[in-house]
């Protein structure tokens, strides 16, 4: 019995990775946004307020595409939805650097979220396949969320090493997707070899327009209710402060152009081991109280680093050794937020069957994306009317809000009666 437990993990270990590596090469590619914004301005001649649009490029297609995902994907099956998806923005990795402009830049955002929300609906619905119960669950999702977090500080550095400092109007920096591409036929191959037993994941409903109002019965749930409201403003202050870092530190710090986007790879970084410690602390403390510490640090630390970077002006010839503290202690605030996002998502999801997952992650990637482009367009629009600092400091607002939803969310869980499953007269 023993051996065959092991056998049975090991043979789960290349989708596992797969999935990790799907997870890190779409952060790299998703949260470049604030990158490419910096270079957009600097080398193709685009303004802030027509950068700010930028985002919506990505996460409006993923809102669309992820009605259709969630509903077409137990069907297609959550393997081959990957590798399709990863396919098309392959593609488009392969287009840029050939075809370098702004319209280029919008083009692969907007694949790369229709892309995405395939991608993220068939990552978390296989996670459910590859556990069994709701540690489990926890355990694997904050791990893929932490390397999704790896992926966009890696991404940070791999951009910012192809920026020429020397010349503002190089696009040099377009060769950086060849790398990427390179990196997706990689993990295809890696998918085209991976097993993955979908059969519990099947919908047993007559077709695509049945799953999608399977999904739809979803939302009037309280329990679901309050957790879309909290994930749309999560991903409205994690997305207004990804997106707009590295300007901000190139325009307000004024550090030089490849040191903002580094400077800004601290908050991804944080990001990922803020998740990667929820997994040891959640273990001595309940996740409500976990999570609204985490919220209260996240305020200090708007309200102690932001005055330190006013006045600054540190030139061209800024070093790390040179960089004023707010640029080290800003990002920090990824600690404290990183947690919120994965232990939602797995409270919610261990709370229903297996065959309801993709229909729920539909939802939840819809208003994730929704939350996305609304904190980048608000942040990027008062960064361009008034300035950066502000611009963070009207964050407060919806951190307070996020306080309010989490209290409603441990109140819903708490009372919440199991959800049963969506499908008709299924025999367990």
């Not at 800004?264 to 403390?285: D, E, N, Q, Y």
């Not at 992650?361 to 994306?369: D, H, N």
């Not at 929704?370 to 960064?383: A, D, K, M, V, Y």
Request: aromatic share 10%.
């Amino acid at each position: 019995m023993q051996t065959t437990t092991h056998s049975s993990r090991f043979g789960d270990l290349p989708i596992k990775l797969a999935l990790l590596l799907v997870y890190m090469v779409f952060a790299i590619l998703l949260n470049s946004v604030g990158t490419v914004i910096q270079q957009s301005i600097n080398s193709l001649g685009a303004t802030a307020r027509s950068a700010a649009y930028l985002d919506s490029f990505k996460d409006l297609p993923v809102a669309i595409v992820s009605f259709f995902a969630a509903s077409m994907l137990p069907r297609l099956g959550y393997r081959r939805g990957m590798m399709i998806a990863l396919s098309a923005i392959g593609a488009m990795c392969v287009a840029a650097p050939l075809m370098p402009s702004f319209w280029t830049m919008k083009l692969l955002f907007a694949m790369a979220g229709a892309s995405f929300a395939i991608g993220k609906v068939a990552v978390y619905s296989t996670i459910g396949l590859l556990t069994k119960d709701q540690r489990g669950h926890g355990s694997l999702t904050t791990l893929i969320e932490a390397m999704f977090q790896i992926g966009v500080f890696a991404g940070a550095w791999l951009f910012a090493a192809f920026i020429d400092n020397d010349d503002p109007h190089s696009l040099a920096w377009f060769h950086v997707y060849w790398i990427l591409a390179a990196i997706i036929a990689v993990i295809i191959l890696l998918l085209a070899v991976s097993s993955l037993d979908e059969s519990a994941a099947q919908s047993h409903r007559d077709g695509p327009a049945q799953d999608f109002i399977a999904m739809l019965k979803l939302v009037p749930k309280r329990m679901v209710l309050v957790f879309i409201a909290s994930a749309f403003i999560y991903v409205l202050i994690e997305q207004g402060i990804s997106t707009w870092l590295p300007t901000f530190n190139n325009k307000v710090i004024h550090l030089p152009a490849a040191m903002s986007v580094q400077a800004a790879s601290i908050f991804f970084g944080s990001l990922a081991v803020g998740r990667l410690l929820a997994s040891a602390l959640l273990r001595r403390l309940g996740w409500y109280v976990l999570l609204n510490i985490g919220l209260a640090a996240m305020a200090a630390l708007v309200a102690i680093s932001l005055p330190l970077a006013e006045g600054l002006d540190m030139g061209p010839d800024a070093t790390w050794y040179s960089a004023p503290f707010a640029a080290f202690l800003f990002p920090l605030i990824g600690l404290f937020m990183g947690p919120i996002y994965p232990v939602m998502c797995s409270t919610l999801l261990s709370a229903l069957p297996k065959s309801d997952h993709a229909p729920m992650m539909g939802l939840i990637v819809v208003f994730s994306a929704l939350g996305g482009t609304t904190g980048s367009f608000l942040t990027g629009r008062i960064f361009a009317a008034f300035d950066g600092a502000l611009a963070f400091y009207l964050l407060l607002v919806p951190m307070a809000l996020l306080g309010l939803f989490l209290l409603m969310f441990r109140r819903s869980v708490g009372t919440a009666e199991p959800v049963p499953s969506l499908e008709p007269n299924l025999v367990h």
